[in-house]
């Protein structure tokens, strides 16, 4: 990394740290409804530890504009929940999110609330999955005895 990148790179850290500790001050972090709707994706990875809300990744929102492979493929993003480490540190540098969630090309970093509007203590998952109301075929072989 050359030192002008090291330099915008410290800045940006810099950035976040004054945007979230701001924001948790004045309470924006836990301000305004929770969101989230069948199909989102929650991401609770470090939110509940920074006193975050969740963020919630509107899936269906992006893929009636997006093939799969724009954010599977070219940004890197596993095809699972939780699946990647993604933090505000790399939003801001680019990756994953913040390829798109720039400020150039949808909203960027300084607009907490559109993302985290999750419910504070949300497990990272698919919401209202499917697969979260099924139950094993061994499990209901034991309920029907």
């Keep these: 990394m050359s ?6 790179r410290g800045v940006r850290l810099r950035l ?3 945007v ?7 309470g924006i972090g836990l301000a305004g409804p929770a969101a989230a709707e069948y199909g989102d994706v929650v991401i609770n990875n470090y939110s509940d530890a920074a006193g ?6 509107p899936h269906w929102f992006h893929r009636v504009r997006f093939r799969c492979k724009v954010c599977h493929a ?10 990647n480490e993604i933090n505000m540190v790399k939003i801001i540098d680019g990756q ?3 390829a ?5 090309i949808a909203w ?11 419910v504070p203590g949300t497990k990272t998952q698919v919401h209202e999955s499917t697969i979260q109301k099924l139950v094993s075929p061994s499990a209901n072989a034991g309920a029907a005895k």
């Design 74 to 83: 070219d940004l890197g993003f596993k095809f699972q929940a939780g699946g």
């Design 100 to 104: 798109c969630h720039n400020g150039e």
């Design 52 to 57: 975050m809300r969740p963020a919630v990744f």
């Design 3 to 8: 030192f002008l990148g090291a330099v915008q």
């Design 20 to 26: 979230l500790t701001i924001g948790a001050a004045m």
């Design 96 to 98: 994953f999110c913040g």
């Design 16 to 18: 976040v740290a004054v």
């Design 108 to 118: 960027s970093v300084e607009n907490c609330n559109m993302c985290h509007s999750g």
